[in-house]
């Protein structure tokens, strides 16, 4: 098979965290019973009229800015107009023109090496309904009917299946860090076209193009993206075109298949929607919102890194937005930060896996972990004993000194007192003392198990090795 | 100018309506679609104009709804005015290809 | 006893005094459309809930002017639980689950919704006539038409079967009709009244508005149908203001326009020399009256048709035999549901204007004539508003010609444009327009004036009427009431 260089664009539709619909103020939920959250509106009922839900508008900023778009603040709305069961009014209210958000891109880690994929624009539109094919006849359930939608439009910048994969993934991360989208891809929350053309060359024109649908999951995507690259690299080796189509990803047999040739031209024939009037956004309105973003994954990982933190736990960290969030309450703190990740990341992850708990249910608050932090860190807390206590600890509001004071386990650290211990020690075993100055080994382990033995194990080992080294000599 | 339309230019407007018409009635709107057709180009007299936006209403923009959940119909509601539904469902004769929008 | 062709104050104060109830006038409102039924006014009747409301009424409080007082209601704007069909046979079975904006507002008021009224299959037409129930009938001779599209709003406010009734006005639909069967007709100010309800058939221009037979009727039921609705984005910030309150004042100063076009001869001769004569009388009475060029009025009819097609052939979309109306038999599949469901469900002016209204939107179409028909319509209502800088208000003709045969031929799509020629520019600016019976013609067929005010400014339109109309003091019951009982 020859080699040909592949050109990719993805178009993303999220649906957006609202309590109600974009035009209507029916809830926008997903799950319920068939035609249950639905109003007159949703219906395309005839008479009724578009509302503009504040929220919306707020995500699409959120979302501008998380994606680094320019924001439009003098916008409008479009209708499509088209036929089709799933479709209320027969027009679906969208931003052709006036896209919120143009000009952005996002940032992906191909390789080791940073890329930036281009967006194009993001608009702002609602969705449509529900429908379930069975025998000769279509159900419709209007439920999803006008829940907003933001649609994501790269420009044709992705060259791999891959980097589509990555792509994905991090507008996952981005948008569900910024509270925008639930992002659920089974769900239909967060819905990707691929489309893939291939050329020989660079200055040779894009090629044919065909758009993949129905994509259930990231992997997938990935995987139809490299199997039409494959599909359309044999068809031009062998000297065939062919039309521009949709297809989908069928999951059982994990390729593409053929869902229809496109038609030239789909005549949507756009034009200003006459009952929404602009939407004007001032800086102030602006500022407002973005000011409530969260801090982003990105500048996550770059400030637990600068604490410390390895590329490993602060990826892990991410992944996990509670304990991110928790970690992020200690960002200024002067504490040791990776003994911080550590524990959230192991025991106390373990823990709240175990219990299914959120960590702001327990009682480890930032002051509590400061200090276990610390009594970690002085060693005075063996991370073996930890466990012993850690149920306590984040069950209890007895301060965590009383908890290891109860539980006995206290370990040594206290200098003089090792030293008088080991000094006794030594004075009383002067054949291991001259064993070891003749130099065998054995003999500094029996002198430490004497002195642990002295202090019923709760001598800070490390300490007490030292010390005793340092004695003998 | 021949003043009325072809066969298919008729033909294509209706199917962009989505009305079907018999054979005596794609013969009448030839003429009379054209009749308007040719009415409306009378736009093309008017000058000035640079493919601005303009959205009628006399205050500038629009307000914006607070996010707060409103009563909603029940399922039988819903289903009162449709001619053919089943369970809770609103039906349609099949529908083969994928949806053309969102 | 009649009651129905006094003034709304008299009845007001029977009503309260007891001496005269809610069901009173139910029954005599039934009784006149009864005997006026072949002038063909509704297209359904309310009888058995107005009943039962009219007798719930008798233990409250009469509250307001329009309590326990009957109203008929164009059959565009959605009844929750009564029949509305548009004109058309797509919704001959299409029975609403809400209230229109306007329809709440009527039964705070205890007002009484009598029936749904004839008109133009969704507003399309001006003679009514292209009803899938047949075209009302003009009560001053039931040969000519009552005008459109709220031809059975106009036709039972001059029967006199009842005080008020609401009407739409998307390019001349209340000024028309009202001024073809000598009634007092407003259209208000684009986002006056909240469309929420109202079966959209162009979006950017359509307005309820009321018909009522005289000046101060018709203010008072203004009063009671504006205000801001948060389920119309369109309609407009405006505090609460009382319509009537410049009625009675003199016009002493009043500086009026006159725009050349609509004095030219486009309009008939009689109609041209009744506008003149009402024009000395405000003259002898104080008012400065200008002739003046007003750009774009003869591009009017062109815009309103690009802006009126196109957004009507979207609206008119979601009739599609799924969720309600008309729906074809049996369809094989979906395309046939679509396809024959809107072949049989629309009438043929109704098609007309989607098919190409489809057209006009279609491709780079909507940048060449609708976006560009926006922008000319910006400028348009910037030229009115520059008139109004130097004059209160601004008269003319409402029609060209007073009301047509019935059986004139409906085969020219042009013709129903033509009728509204002189009323469609104040759609096209979004501005309030008053048709005011200023007189007859040699049948004795009404003739209107129209009275056209800056934005929001009603109130002014209605004290230049009310003068003119107790200055003329027309007999304007078009049977001198010998029809009702």
Known sequence: ?473 | MKDELSREEVLHVAELARISLTEEEIKKYQVELKKLLNEVEKINDVEGYDDEILIANWDSNAELRKDIAGDMLNPKEVLENAPRHAGNYIEVPVVISDGEGA | MKYLNKSITEIHELLKSKKLKPIDLVEEAFANIENNKEYNAYITLNKEEAIKQAKELESKEVDNLLFGLPIAVKDNIVTKGLLTTCGSHMLDNFVPIYDATVVEKLKEKNMIIIGKTNMDEFGMGSSSRTSYFGAPKNPWDKTKIAGGSSGGSATTISCRDVLFALGSDTGGSIRQPASYTGIVGMKPTYGRVSRYGLVAFASSLDQIGPLTKNVYENAVLLNAIVGKDEKDLTSARKKEEDFTRLIGEDIKGMKIAVPNYLMSDIVSPEIISKIKDTIKVLEKNGAKVDYVDVKYLDKAMTLYQIIAMGEASSNLARFDGIRYGHSKENPKDIQELYFETRAEGFGEEVKRRIMVGSYLLSGENAKIYYNKALSIRDDMKKEFINVFKNYDLIIGPTTTTTAYNLDDPMDDPLKSFMDDVLVIPVNMAGLPGLNLPVGFDKNHMPIGMHIIGNAFEEAKIYQLASFIEKELNLDLEPFGGENNE
């Open chain 1, 1 to 473: 098979m020859s080699n040909y260089i592949p050109t990719i664009g993805v178009e993303v539709h999220v649906e957006l965290k609202t309590k109600t619909k974009i035009f209507s103020n029916s809830t926008n939920g997903y799950g319920q019973m068939a035609n249950s959250l639905t109003n007159v509106i949703d219906l395309g009922y005839p008479g009724t009229l578009p509302t503009l839900n504040e929220e919306v508008i707020n995500l699409g900023i959120k979302a501008a800015t998380i994606l680094n778009c320019k924001i439009r603040k003098v916008m409008h709305f479009d209708r499509k107009n088209y036929f089709y069961p799933d479709n209320p009014k027969n027009y679906q209210i969208t931003q052709a023109r006036t896209p919120i958000g143009y000009d952005g891109y996002v940032e992906i880690n191909v390789n080791g090496e940073s890329k930036k994929i281009y967006i194009e624009e993001m608009h702002i539109e609602e969705d449509t309904c529900k429908s379930a094919h069975r025998g000769t006849k279509t159900l419709l359930d209007f439920n999803r009917a006008g829940v907003p939608l933001i649609e994501i439009v790269t420009k044709p910048c992705i060259s791999s299946g891959e980097e589509v994969k990555l792509y994905l993934e991090k507008l996952r991360e981005l948008l569900s860090y910024g509270e925008i989208s639930d992002c659920k891809i089974e769900e239909g929350s967060m819905r990707a076209d691929v489309n893939v053309s291939i050329r020989k060359n660079e200055t040779d024109p894009f090629g044919t193009k065909a758009e993949i649908k129905n994509i259930g999951s990231i992997s997938n995507a990935k995987l139809g993206v490299e199997k039409e690259i494959e599909r359309q690299t044999k068809l031009y080796d062998n000297g065939e075109t062919f039309k521009p189509q949709t297809r989908r990803f069928d999951d059982k047999i994990g390729d593409t298949v053929l869902m229809r040739i496109k038609e030239t031209g789909n005549d949507y024939r756009y034009f200003p929607e006459p009952d929404i009037p602009f939407v004007v956004l001032t800086d102030e309105m602006i500022n407002n919102v973005v000011e409530t973003l969260p801090m982003l994954p990105d500048e996550r990982r770059k400030k637990y890194q600068e604490l410390g933190i390895s590329e490993l736990n602060a990826n892990k960290l991410v992944a996990n937005r509670p304990l991110s969030d928790y970690m992020n309450t200690l960002l200024t703190e002067k504490t040791n930060h990776k003994i911080a990740s550590n524990l959230l990341l192991g025991d106390i992850s373990a823990y709240l896996n175990r219990t299914e708990k959120d960590i702001k249910e327990t009682t480890l608050t930032k002051e509590r972990f400061l200090e276990l932090i610390s009594l970690l860190e002085k060693e005075t807390l063996t991370s073996k004993n930890l466990k012993d206590i850690l149920d306590t600890v984040m069950e209890s509001d007895t301060s965590i000194k009383d908890i290891i004071k109860e539980k006995g386990i206290e370990n040594i650290t206290d200098d003089t007192e090792i030293r008088n211990v080991i000094k006794e020690i030594i004075s009383n075993n002067p054949d291991s003392v001259n064993d070891y100055h003749n130099g065998h080994d054995r003999a500094i382990k029996y002198l430490m198990g004497q002195v642990m033995k002295e202090t019923k194990g709760k001598a800070n080992p490390k300490l007490a090795m030292d010390i005793l080294t340092e004695e003998l000599n």
